[in-house]
């Protein structure tokens, strides 16, 4: 049997919002359209989606509102670890009845220092409570930010007792090592291993990886694809070069902020810009300069007229 | 005018939990009278209470239980900061709608090496989205957990935009200096510093604070509260040195599963000992050794029948 699993290039899809902070429903339908069409597929709810700066009942709706446009769930990963247990647990259970390819799960992140038994049973404790073999968990291992990683013998031990629902995982550790050693150990079993950014995408995939699930995937979306599904033609190693050199760009900023500004100066919609506290928007002397960075290496914005926002 | 400020001992009172995980609201309500009965105030929703592990709804419902039962709100100071805005708005807002003393508020804490420009747009936001006179911040300064500092700047300038909502700190820094610094810098202008454990709790009071927030007011209410009560007595080194060889008992084993431990073993509930994933319940052999050496010390869980349990 062929296997179906999710592959590829996934975005953790930025959020919009409004002046007041509620999340920007119209915005958002128009990024996640956008990025389905350039082949990104939907990892809404992650770390650069300032999926912990909102609420359940807020990613619900989210949710829903792309369900209600017709975009594919077979396309859509949303995060739904939580600290809360029982927040994981209707997240997660939302995401599989409404057919999502698969769910990023975060270990809960308030406790540091917590045991492996720990983190095995409030992995375990969701999988039970959804109890639905649909049910596809991909690890999310980003110890820079949760400081709770997640250790390969605790994989090892969740894919043994869950060999049906734990799918994989998104490997934000930034140490290739890390990710080497996952996709040595795991991936011959079907574990699929995703880079965390478009930085080892090449690496990954020329290592049996299934792909990567990266931020930048907000604001160059065609070219990472592109570079995923072309990966064996001879001029990857130039396309992996050019993916780079943006990716340096952003990175020298904040990176969430610097992508809606860019999002904002591209379409010229100043509501890009806003991001939920304690995360600060950028400056307009720091977006100048970004996007000074980003001219001079050619870099625009794919389709931004897609994205105009008619203020609905 | 008299300040009525809650002051004294509070403590962030344990949250048991059923065999699934759910929270046993009568065990809960138990607990919290007995706490009240002597002389602890009630800091609910705190890093002891597993608060981070439960959603929203369940936090409202705990706390409409202890309401239902008649225990005085103006002896709860609920933890109401979450990772995301939305959560914190509608959690302080219940609080200070029930009529809470105060909220003891933890920053967000997903993302890491945010500003203080950041935080202060964070509890800003929650301030102003309340926008009730009633509402009482004390703000939550635990960086070995959260791993987000609040540094006296921040304070500062909260205290200067909201001098009526902002009235206090809990400093779980463990770092006295840091206690000292709010201390001599702030308490004069009436914001209130709660030591994080009660072995500061002599040293705060001496030096004009509020009194302590801690843990093992769960475990050790009364010898706790007699302290605050009576530290002005000659015998108050004494006191405060036998409060700490308690805790230091505590403190070598994990506090949260090690005092719900006590719990079960002095009251004979076994229903004590859970608790929520990604925490691990204590071993007999742990239980047994921490029993071991805190009766070699005289210790006893007063009025433990008050607890016991009628499994309602």
Partial sequence: MVS??????LSPVLTPFEADYSPSVSRFRKHCKLLIDQGVGLAIFGTNSEANSMSVKEKRLLLDALLEDGLPAQKMMPG?????LSDSIELTRHAV?????GVLMLPPFYYKGVSDEGLYRSFATIIDAVADDRLKVY?????????????????????????????GIKDSSGDWNNTLAMLERFQPQGFDVFAGSESFLLATLRHGGAGCITATGNVNAAEIS??????????????????NVVRGIFAK?????????????ETGDDGWFTVRPPLV???????SSLMQELRAVGYRLHNAEALVHAGQ
Wanted: negative net charge; glycine residues 4%; proline residues 8%.
């Fill in 4 to 9: 179906t699993k999710i592959r590829g290039v």
């Fill in 80 to 84: 739904t670890g939580c600290c809360a």
């Fill in 97 to 101: 009845e409404s057919g999502c390819a």
């Fill in 139 to 167: 690890l999310y291992h980003i110890p820079p930010v949760s400081q709770v990683p997640i250790s390969l013998d605790l994989i090892d031990r969740l894919l043994k007792a869950y060999p049906n629902n734990i799918a």
């Fill in 226 to 243: 592109q570079l995923a599904q072309t990966w064996q033609n001879e001029d990857a190693d130039q396309q992996q070069e050019r993916l």
């Fill in 253 to 265: 900023y904040p990176m969430i902020p610097a992508m809606k500004a860019a999002i904002a100066a």
């Fill in 281 to 287: 928007n950028m400056s307009p002397e720091q977006t």
